[in-house]
């Protein structure tokens, strides 16, 4: 039994393959590979450890329908083909929920820093303009006891809406398909419309899943819906917002600031005009970049890589019902 893995994972990911007797080919080399390539090497394997790779639709699953399972090393699923993989009776895993307190983190890291105006003052600071003349001059504003939009109260949003209530006071809407009732107890979150949150929030933080309903869901009809002095997060997924749309929201003022952490497209490029505005803050990506998670994110990856050789349930499936259709 063998396993591809499509980049570099934290040692321990090796340990457990190791002692689970599963052999590994690694792609360490750079660039990246392009889907063709990743396709060749999971031919010559039983199971592929995924970290990004694109292009897994329905022609790769197809061309790969040997696969016993296909492990993610995320939490998203979007462009992974879930219904082709499921047609050819492959089990795909994610990582949930280890990745929560990581992401929810960065999501506060970018409201903190567009509030206060972080990067605004950090670039001063390199021009030689370190004091500030007036105390009326580059203020940004308290998160304390304002109120927060969720868009998509699922794991992440329920993380951040606990420590944004616990910490900072802040109330919490939130505009979900379902109702969250756990969330609405446990932190007086309020289910509103999107139009409503978009109306009453100080910050709009989204967390939904990339899907054919949220794509492109944030654009300037949106954005005028918001407070000129509101705040945009995003560290889901860079098609739920339109870039350029961004960009103009936050050049024409019409929104005060925006954090992303995630780019549409991906990589963002260096002369994109966000990257200049003293009200855009943008990460390359990092939501569940520390050590700690990496490694449980490659302990889950890795579970799901074992069952699935051993002919087991895997521990975290995208795609349980393949359990019945197999
Ligand atoms: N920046 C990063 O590094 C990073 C890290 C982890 C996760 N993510 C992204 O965050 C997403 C959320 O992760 P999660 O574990 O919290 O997922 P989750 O499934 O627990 O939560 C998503 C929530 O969005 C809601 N939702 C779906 N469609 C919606 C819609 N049209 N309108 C409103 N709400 C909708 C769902 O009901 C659910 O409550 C992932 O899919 C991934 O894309 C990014
Ligand atoms: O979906 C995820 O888990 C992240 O975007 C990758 O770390």
Redesign the pocket.
Same mark, same amino acid.
């Given at each position: 039994m063998k396993v591809f893995i499509n980049k570099i994972i934290p040692e321990r990911g090796y340990r457990m393959l190791e002692e689970a007797g599963i052999a590994y080919t690694v792609w360490k080399e750079k660039p990246i590979l392009d889907r063709g390539q990743a396709i060749q090497f999971c031919k010559g394997h039983d199971a592929f450890l995924s970290a990004g790779q694109a292009g897994l639709d329905a022609d790769f699953f197809e061309q790969c329908k040997h696969l016993k399972v296909v492990a993610l090393h995320?939490?998203?699923?979007?462009g992974v083909d879930i219904e082709a993989a499921t047609a050819r009776g492959i089990p795909v895993g994610n990582t949930?929920?280890v990745?929560?307190k990581?992401?929810a983190e960065?999501a506060l890291l970018l409201m903190l820093t567009v509030a206060r105006r972080a990067l605004y003052h950090h670039k001063r600071i390199k021009k030689g303009e370190w004091g500030i003349a007036k105390p009326t001059e580059g203020l940004g504003f308290d998160l304390a006891g304002k109120t927060l939009g969720i868009?998509?109260?699922?794991?992440?949003? #329920?993380?951040l809406a606990a420590i944004c209530t616990r910490s900072w006071g802040m109330k919490i809407l939130y505009?979900?398909?379902?109702s969250?009732k756990r969330a609405e107890e446990a932190y007086g979150a309020t289910k509103v419309s999107?139009d409503e949150l978009l109306e009453q929030s100080d910050v709009v933080s989204v967390?939904? #899943?990339?899907?054919e309903?949220?794509r492109g869901?944030f654009g300037m009809e949106q954005f005028k819906k918001m407070k000129s002095s509101a705040i945009f997060i995003n560290? #889901?997924?860079g098609g739920v917002h339109q870039e350029e749309e961004l960009i103009a929201a936050l050049d024409q003022k019409i929104i005060w600031g925006a954090g992303i952490?995630?780019t549409n497209p991906e990589p963002m490029e260096a002369n994109n005009p966000l990257l200049d505005m003293d009200n855009a803050v943008v990460f390359p990506?990092?939501?569940?970049?520390t050590k700690e998670t990496r490694d449980e994110m490659t302990r889950c990856a890795v579970e799901n890589i074992i069952a699935g050789l051993k002919g087991k349930e895997i521990p975290y499936p995208v795609n349980p019902e393949v359990y019945q259709t197999r």
């Open positions: 995320s939490v998203g699923f979007d949930p929920n990745l929560n990581a992401t960065t868009v998509g109260l699922g794991r992440i949003g #329920a993380e505009h979900n398909r379902s969250n999107f967390h939904t #899943a990339l899907t309903e949220t869901m560290t #889901a997924r952490d995630v990506h990092i939501g569940s970049a």
